[in-house]
């Protein structure tokens, strides 16, 4: 892809986008965004009809591509906080232009 004068290599975005576009990828990168951390009852319940097994999936998934950070708490009962990293707090604010691209386009209803 050229950019001005520069030629941009897109294959990296496979990886980000093979993430991404699963189901609910983006939108727990945004709750996470609006939070210092949270915990999994918290994520689940901002993320209203998400199953408790697909919001595991998304975290794994989402951690595994260095997006989300996810501490274990040593208390009774053991306590799972998630955040996001740096990583994804770039993503995050990169997803900003596409969500914006994206609420104007053309007979596309805003939410």
């Given amino acids: 892809m050229r950019v001005g004068g ?8 496979d990886e980000a ?7 609910w990828a983006i939108l727990i990168v ?4 609006n939070r210092d951390r949270a915990r999994f ?4 319940r901002d993320l209203i009809g998400i199953s408790p097994r697909t919001l595991t999936d998304r975290l794994r ?5 260095g997006v989300v950070d996810r501490e274990v708490i040593p ?7 998630y955040a996001l990293t740096r990583r994804g707090l770039a993503l995050r ?5 596409l969500v914006e691209w994206s609420a104007e386009t ?3 209803a805003s939410r």
């Fill in 75 to 81: 208390a009774q009962p053991i306590e799972v906080r």
């Fill in 17 to 23: 986008l093979g993430v991404l576009a699963k189901k």
């Fill in 41 to 44: 009852s918290e994520l689940s």
């Fill in 30 to 33: 945004s709750v996470l965004g």
């Fill in 6 to 13: 520069r030629e941009v290599c897109v294959y990296p975005l």
């Fill in 61 to 65: 998934d989402l951690e595994r591509a």
């Fill in 93 to 97: 604010e990169a997803l900003l232009p």
């Fill in 106 to 108: 053309p007979g596309r």
